[in-house]
């Protein structure tokens, strides 16, 4: 009988210390939980860099509103942006690397290019979204098959943790993202694929091999 009440005692106790520390968060360490959590349910024992990552709190956004053309705002008007980030886009032909921005609203993703945009997915039409398990920062966001789509977007980030995580928590599919090993294939045009191979080198770096393909190390 004891027994049962030192360990009744002690998980109302625990209750309690929990209730306390939760009732204590401010409205911005929860949100850091919140997604912290989806990291972890993501990335964790998937993909290499992922430990180092807890100590890095998420930024709300690596660039502010005002730093996008005015020309791009008023193209994406009436959308509440949510995250926008420095990253390099790898052409889907040929593989050159491009400076981009990518702007999350909280209905689409945005691949900016100065005033332009290059290219907007829509998060109900998102079909996945791919990550290798090394320490690269790519992450490649798989598109529908349609005329509206020029294909799937290769991009590099440089945190890609939160970046990945900002994406699919707008979007709502967690449950889409996939950490892959050795290769993926990504849709290059209507009825045409190409093949990106992951592999470990001295140096970070991203070419076009002899075989046409694109290699990460």
């Known amino acids: 009988f004891l027994m049962q009440t030192s360990e009744m005692l002690r998980k109302i106790c625990m209750r309690n210390l929990v209730r306390k520390y939760c009732r204590g968060l401010t409205a911005e360490r929860k949100v850091q939980l919140q997604q912290k959590v989806v ?102 966001i798989h598109v529908p098959e349609d005329n509206k789509q020029k294909g799937d977007v290769i991009l590099q980030c440089e945190h890609i943790f939160e970046t990945v995580t900002k994406l699919c928590i707008l979007a709502n599919k967690q449950s889409l993202v996939k950490v892959v090993k050795g290769s993926l294939r990504f849709r290059v045009s209507s009825g045409k694929e190409g093949t990106m191979v992951f592999t470990v080198g001295p140096e970070p770096q991203v070419f076009k091999d002899k075989t046409g393909q694109l290699t990460v190390v």
Request: glycine letters at 6%; zero cysteines; hydrophobic letters at 35%.
């Open 39 to 140: 990291t972890s349910a993501v990335f964790s024992g998937k993909k290499e860099g992922y430990l180092e990552s807890l100590r890095q709190p998420f930024l709300d956004t690596r660039l502010k509103e005002n730093d996008l053309n005015p020309k791009v705002l008023q193209l994406i008007r009436g959308e509440n942006i949510k995250y926008v980030t420095p990253v390099i886009k790898y052409d889907r032909n040929g593989f050159k690397a491009r400076e981009r921005l990518l702007v999350l609203t909280q209905s689409s993703a945005y691949v900016v290019e100065m005033a332009k945009i290059k290219q907007k997915i829509e998060y109900s039409t998102l079909k996945g979204i791919s990550t290798s398990n090394l320490s690269d920062g790519i992450v490649v």
